[in-house]
């Protein structure tokens, strides 16, 4: 762990450790929203209240998986007060919670920033912005431009898979259909939709009404059962099932194409099918799931496919995104390749994919 050079942090830990001062400095911390508190590459993580045990728990250290990684908070004597001390690139943003006697996992009772969970989605946690990290402007809600339509939760019955499955549909303002758009189909389609993970709409309305990109379509595909949306099929479908890719192939595909007024022309998609899906956008892939995929991928017969493949590099996918870029750097693939100093978090993949978009869909 590095030392704490930068006077200012040293010198309001030395305050936040001397109870005579420590109530007056969190209190100014917490309303200048700087818990933790952060500069340059240095961060304290506070907690204020009773225990014997106060841990932290996150990206930095797998969510406990990552043993090296100090994550014990210290007492400060005479007070109720408990810090942790960590070093982190200053760009860095990262998820985590608090762990209370080892058996209460609770949110930063002094930190207002949330992001939900990338595993599994559909929960919080605190969320440590450190002092570099910006959200990316594509993120944010501009009401007054265009926005484009959304047609939710459209029931389509597959045969082949022999079950229902729920799509939505992103229009762009002003479409018609006497012009023909380029469709983006994604997977995992509910949480790039919800506003508290990817928000894909916001990123599309800021894009196409800055000329970043073409009007387009959207096709976001719902894992979820559409009658018990507690059970998510993800895990079964996206593991390199090849009837899942006959279903989107030989069902979804013509189903919308049926639809809307879209140009004829997933990593394991565009692998198997380059014909039908020549761009190929990956964020955080677990590959280490299906390692089948890069014996596929790593095949000099397969037509071109253009990527964009991003990870984060703590605690997310580095390791099989790497492995994965060394292929694609040999092959017949024309590829970008991003990494940020993030976990496997809402917050990692929802602030690239204006990246993504504007290298496959560019106005010009």
């Known amino acids: 762990m590095k030392k704490f050079l930068a006077p200012p942090f040293t010198a309001t830990i030395k305050d936040l450790q ?16 700087q818990i933790p508190f952060a500069i340059e590459d240095s961060v304290a993580f506070l907690y204020e209240g009773e ?56 949110l930063d009772p002094l930190n207002p920033n949330n992001q939900w969970s990338g595993v599994g989605g559909g929960s919080p946690n605190s969320e440590l912005r450190m002092p570099a990290w910006k959200a ?35 229009t762009p303002p002003n479409y018609s259909n006497k012009e023909v758009y380029p469709v983006l189909y994604v997977t995992d389609g509910y949480e790039y939709l919800h506003e508290n993970m990817g928000n894909i709409q916001i990123t599309l309305n800021n894009l196409i009404y800055e000329k970043k990109i073409q009007p387009i379509i959207a096709v976001m595909v719902d894992h ?18 090849e009837n899942y890719m006959r279903f989107f192939t ?15 022309k997933s990593a ?28 596929l991928c790593d095949n000099p017969e397969n037509p071109p496919v253009k990527v964009f493949m991003t990870t984060g590099v703590i605690n997310d996918a580095e ?38 978009l504007i290298y496959f869909f560019p106005l010009n």
Not at 73 to 82: A, F, K, M
Not at 224 to 241: G, H, K, Q, S, Y
Not at 338 to 351: Q, T
């Open 319 to 356: 390791e099989g995104s790497r492995k994965m870029k060394a292929i694609l750097d040999k092959n017949t693939c024309t590829y970008q390749y991003k990494e940020v100093n993030e976990g496997h978090s809402w917050g990692n993949w929802r602030n690239l994919l204006d990246d993504i």
């Open 136 to 170: 990316d402007e594509a993120t944010l809600l501009k009401p007054n431009i265009p926005q484009g339509t959304l047609q939710k939760d459209v029931l389509f019955n597959s045969k082949l898979l022999n079950y229902q499955v729920m799509y939505t549909v992103y």
């Open 51 to 106: 225990a014997t045990d106060v841990k932290w728990m996150g990206d930095f250290n797998g969510w406990g998986y990552n043993k090296t990684f100090q994550n014990a908070g210290q007492r400060v004597p005479s007070t109720n007060l408990w810090i942790l001390k960590a070093s982190f690139p200053t760009n860095a943003r990262l998820d985590y919670k608090i762990l209370v006697n080892n058996n209460q996992w609770i």
């Open 18 to 33: 001397n109870p005579s001062t420590q109530q007056d400095v969190l209190k100014r911390l917490a309303a200048e929203n």
């Open 250 to 264: 030989d069902e979804l595909i013509p189903e919308v194409e049926g639809k809307y007024s879209i140009s004829k």
């Open 268 to 295: 394991y998609f565009s692998f198997s099918r380059p014909d039908l899906f020549g761009l190929a956008g990956i964020q955080s892939p677990a590959f280490w799931f299906r390692p089948e995929i890069y014996r």
């Open 224 to 241: 979820r059962e559409p009658v018990n949306r507690v059970n998510n099929r993800r895990m079964t479908e996206l593991a390199m099932n």
